[in-house]
């Protein structure tokens, strides 16, 4: 079966809408999904950008993108509410996906951090908050918390980051197929997956 | 026939696209589409952003957007060569297609200005070249230039772009439904056609 890489970072708005598609349009598309969580700051950082959201750049930009996602919510009958601050601090929530996707819940856990963080308008850079998301879902919080604030954790990140940044990921939510093909943007989640079940010889 | 004013800038990649898609879109989705050259330089400036592009202040972000650029053409079946130097100056194909599309030609010299520039990597910002585009349409190329680099033309423009403004377009193409939704992206031009079609009750 073919593959897809996705790749998200919590504090981004256009990743909550492709975390919630994509586990059936890859179905219906018979397309593997891989989650890979990782952390735009240190990306930006590196490209000398700030390290606040791009959106926070430009303001017509940003009052658009906040119209547009609750726009693109309304339209798949998904809550919104915007997070504030934003962007919200996501690392704690990307290293807790890194501990709970080999141990098969991490993908239940991002979409109930997404929908907490953009549906709910909850704080997911407060250990409280992800406490409760991992009590939801039956797991030991504490014990998780605990190894999510270790440094053998932390590193994992910082890999998993360098490792997206050499496949040239600048944004999120991103998706990469198993030739190496880039598609950034919620937008394109369609696009990756018929690139990724393309013949193989039609490159 | 509902109607969407399409804002185009002829130094933006994905607005080329765009302009190749939107007439055969709009005739099948039976929406009336109006052609809203402007300045994205202007907008740009005022938000105290660099005048280049904003593919240019991000080298990744720059590679991912001439390769999907390329892609894009290419499963459209459309020509694409990078035009160098990029951003072409775009402010006299603006001026033209102001001139010609309230006498019937605007729109076939846009979409020819867009091939000249991302299918033949031609200099737009030459006046020999507009001149050429304009012979090739049965145009009267020395009286238009004339015109085009007049007072009026000029100021008609900066109204235009005052107009995009205010529309709260920050970037090309943008699509702007009669209700005053705003769509940017080559991406979301169906999604505006959609839009327009929407009963007047259904917002």
């Known amino acids: 079966m073919p593959a897809v890489e996705f790749w998200l970072e919590f504090a981004s708005t256009y990743s909550y809408p492709a975390a919630m598609r994509i586990a059936s349009l890859a179905r219906e598309a018979e397309v593997t999904v891989r989650w890979r969580p990782f952390a735009l700051g240190p990306i930006f950082k590196q ?3 700030p390290l606040d959201s791009p959106f926070n750049w430009q303001p017509a930009k940003a009052r658009y993108m906040w119209h547009d996602v609750e726009r693109l919510c309304t339209g798949l009958g998904l809550p919104f509410r915007k997070p504030d601050p934003f962007p919200q601090p996501s690392l704690l929530a990307a290293r807790i996906a890194l501990i709970g996707l080999p141990q098969g819940w991490g993908e239940d ?3 109930a951090v997404y929908r907490a963080e953009f549906g709910g308008g909850r704080q997911i850079g407060d250990a409280a908050v992800m406490a ?4 939801g879902l039956d797991l030991d919080a504490a014990a998780i918390l605990a190894r999510a604030q270790g440094d053998e954790i932390k590193a994992e990140l910082r890999g998993v980051t360098e490792q997206a940044q050499r ?24 696009q990756a997956l018929a690139w990724a079940k393309r013949p193989k010889d039609a490159a």
């Not at 409760?132 to 009590?135: F, V, Y």
């Not at 496949?167 to 369609?190: K, Q």
Request: charged share 20%.
């Open 109 to 111: 856990f991002a979409c």
């Open 47 to 49: 490209q000398g950008l």
């Open 132 to 135: 409760e998301i991992l009590s």
């Open 167 to 190: 496949l040239g990921i600048f944004g999120a939510p991103s998706f990469v197929t198993e030739d190496g093909e880039l598609f950034w943007g919620n937008d394109r989640l369609e």
